[in-house]
């Protein structure tokens, strides 16, 4: 087997695994000879697989993407490689950074890898899956790439080491017979590295079990028409070939993902989630677990699943289901502290969140202390309001030229891919189940804030005819869409820290493209609701095509609309705002971002707004608020390690502001950090240096609201709302305004 057939090989287990898969190897195989040490052989195989496993000899690659990141990093990407050729959806120009722009649909050759220049992780996805749908076999994210492209220029390798090939060939082919590397064209296969001899579990295919197994499995699956592929699948994955675990689980999981890209569903939760394409990995991975668990001992399945940790020990997927096994084993204690791992490694993973959350659910009914904040209430008796009346917006799938709705704003929600009509469609249905039966199951549970803080209305307190005809099992309701949230447009000036790492501004053909995108599917669902919260991924007030949606309300058919404007203040001034002409009126309730209230830190964390410039602004908005033009002003705070220091001071700065409300949320990782910077930047995380300093400042914000509400806050006797996002907090001022002031339920 000569080093390409190896790469190739290697390459099934996944790029972002290779360094754990060296480290593997390097611990089974010792030093070869006194010229090799450890280091140059994890270098000369990374350089090696790149070189010829992963690029091709030839060194040239495609580009993806036309923007402001293109323009930054192509010229980076243009010194190690050569580009052939540029696609974009967007850009009409003919050129960038001096190569060829083309339309995707022109693509046809896929023969070299492809580097796709797009920051935005949901338009980053859809790209993925288009270019795989073209052929595409390596397609790389450019800071990945480029740090990697890094890593090789500033290798040393000699060149009689460089010709050594046949002491790397022998260390490999070592590996290699007591491994088995199982290729997929799958993206990524979590059992794709098994010994060879791992073998000592056998699974007994007797014909008892075989049927069991089929009848588990299809009760698993809602069947449709690929209810004859199922059945066929379902033999085969009782084949009498399969003698062990291992392999029945890499045909299993293979299996279920063809599946659920094919359309069919699982019981679970049969709803594509927006977090994995093209499959749904909560219905891989929990049918697995339903038909794994009882077909062998707790420890054999620790056992395994401690082997996969060590060939992967940074797989999420590995890790939430050893907590499933742990808890089944009643080891609660090591099911919290792995669980809590997996979402220290990627905060924003569903399955790893919904993990740690059932995970400490299972642990305060056992008696065992839990430091995450979690409701005191059970589930089953509430409902939210999300997917009852209200919808997201954020994107546009643009090949369909459809937006796409999600149930709430955050990216770490489910979000529930229409076709066409969305609100009365069976996602959107499924949906509203889960809100209604107590699972909540498509819900970022430990991150919404209406779950953590207490909020969700009581199913007993909801007197509205329709919703208390869903809570008697009427599936074929459709509520009334009263509520929209527009996050689609990310123009803004500002370049925050806790939000993103580069401007993002909209080109005139961007602007005409979502100005045809909303007349064609939003406006008419704009006409028809009793409030809109505007933007939340930008800047409403600089945006051409935001102020152009805010202009328009001066009409009739909009007189009994609410907005809800999320700004960051650097623009929003009287100019500004007699700009939007009788739209203006229509804004009842402005929601400003302050993250501090210091001209340094502010103007860091705000960057690169000016601090007199948002104060001057700030005195605007309270003349409106004074004059009764707005109803509601509210100070939106993102709690992260730099501002803990602040907190009450941001409080005593809203009221010199007259705000009505102030809200401080947790610091989220908008896919702009890495896993280390976010946990560093996060002091929500018991492991951070200040995570008991805001357990104290927290106290100090409690009662700064108690005093308050009881009229002997020192600092000012206006009755101001004070919502924390972030731990239990019965005092929800959201309902409290949305029926009062808003009059919106």
């Not at 979690?374 to 509430?382: S, V």
């Not at 123009?491 to 993002?504: Q, T």
Request: aromatic share 10%; hydrophobic share 35%; with cysteine.
């Amino acid at each position: 087997m000569n080093l390409v057939d190896v790469y190739n090989l290697i390459s099934s287990v996944g790029h972002e695994e290779l360094n754990n898969l060296i480290s593997k190897i390097e611990e089974l195989f010792p030093v070869i000879g006194s010229r090799i040490n450890k280091s140059n052989i994890t270098e000369f195989i990374t350089a090696q697989y790149i070189r010829y496993g992963y690029f091709g000899e030839s060194g040239c690659v495609y580009a993806y993407g036309a923007g402001n990141m293109a323009k930054e990093n192509l010229p980076k990407l243009k010194k190690v490689r050569r580009v052939l050729t540029v696609y974009d959806q967007y850009t009409c120009a003919d050129k960038v950074c001096d190569i060829q722009i083309e339309r995707p649909k022109e693509i046809n050759k896929t023969d070299f890898p492809i580097i796709i220049f797009v920051d935005d992780f949901a338009a980053r996805r859809k790209i993925r899956l288009l270019l795989r749908e073209k052929g595409f076999k390596y397609i790389y994210y450019f800071r990945e790439y480029l740090d990697v492209i890094d890593k090789i220029s500033q290798l040393n390798i000699t060149e009689d080491f460089n010709s050594d090939n046949d002491v790397v060939r022998t260390v490999l082919d070592g590996f290699l017979n007591r491994y088995e590397i199982i290729g997929s064209e799958l993206s990524k296969v979590n059992y794709s590295a098994v010994l060879k001899s791992f073998d000592e579990i056998k699974l007994d295919f007797c014909t008892e079990n075989k049927e069991k197994l089929k009848i588990d499995l299809s009760n698993s699956l809602l069947l449709n028409e690929c209810a004859e592929q199922v059945y066929k699948a379902c033999d085969e994955l009782c084949e009498d070939a399969i003698s062990n675990l291992m392999e029945f689980s890499l045909k299993l999981e293979i299996f279920l993902r063809e599946a659920l890209k094919d359309g069919v569903k699982t019981k679970y939760r049969p709803i594509r989630m927006q977090d994995d394409i093209p499959y749904d990995m909560f219905s891989v991975f929990e049918t697995m677990k339903v038909l794994i668990l009882d077909m062998i001992s707790s420890d054999g399945r620790l056992r395994i699943i401690d082997y996969l940790l060590g060939v992967s020990e940074k797989s999420v997927y590995m890790m939430t289901i050893k907590c499933y096994f742990l808890c089944a084993d009643s080891r609660y204690e090591e099911a919290l502290e792995l669980s809590r791992k997996a979402v220290y490694l990627e905060p924003n993973n569903m399955l790893a969140n919904e993990t740690l959350y059932q995970v400490c659910i299972k642990c305060m009914e056992k008696g065992i202390k839990v430091e995450e904040p979690m409701p005191k209430y059970d589930l089953k008796d509430r409902f939210c309001w999300s997917g009852m009346n209200f919808a997201w917006c954020g994107g546009f799938d643009l090949s369909a030229e459809q937006p796409i709705w999600g149930p709430c704003f955050r990216p770490l929600q489910c979000s529930a891919l229409p076709n066409g009509e969305f609100w009365s469609g069976e996602e959107w249905k499924e949906f509203r189940k889960s809100l209604l039966d107590g699972s909540f199951k498509y819900c970022q549970k430990n991150q919404c804030p209406n779950i953590v803080a207490g909020w969700l209305p009581r199913k007993a307190d909801c007197h509205d005819p329709l919703i208390r005809n869903m809570f008697d099992g009427n599936d074929s309701v459709v509520p009334d869409l009263q509520e929209l949230h527009l996050s689609y447009d990310a123009h803004c000036n500002l370049c925050c820290p806790s939000c993103r790492k580069e401007f993002r501004t909209n080109s005139k053909e961007e602007e005409e493209k979502l100005d045809k995108l909303y007349d064609a599917h939003l406006k008419k669902l704009i006409k028809n609701s009793k409030h809109l919260c505007l933007s939340g991924c930008g800047e409403a007030m600089l945006s051409p095509h935001s102020k152009r949606i805010l202009q328009s309300f001066s009409g009739e058919e909009y007189s009994k609309l609410f907005v809800e404007l999320r700004t960051n203040v650097t623009a929003i001034n009287e100019r500004n705002w007699k700009s939007l002409g009788d739209g203006a009126k229509r804004i009842r309730h402005i929601a400003a971002s302050i993250d501090s209230c210091s001209k340094p830190n502010f103007e860091k964390l705000r960057y690169p707004a000016k601090w007199d410039i948002v104060l001057q602004n700030l005195e605007f908005i309270k003349s409106l608020r004074d004059n009764k033009d707005i109803d509601i002003l509210e100070f939106h705070v993102v709690v992260q390690d730099e501002n803990i220091d602040e907190l009450t001071g941001i409080i005593r700065m809203a009221a010199d502001f007259n705000a009505d409300v102030v809200t401080f949320s947790k610091i989220i990782n908008w896919m702009g950090m890495s896993p280390e910077e976010y946990n560093r930047r996060n002091p929500f995380i018991p492991d951070n240096p200040n995570y008991v300093k805001l357990k104290k400042v927290t106290e100090e914000i409690i009662n700064i609201r108690n005093e308050i509400e009881l009229g002997i806050w020192q600092y000012s006797k206006k009755k101001m709302y004070i919502n924390m996002h972030f731990i239990p907090d019965p005092n929800n001022s959201y309902d409290v305004i949305r029926n009062g002031p808003l009059k919106i339920r």
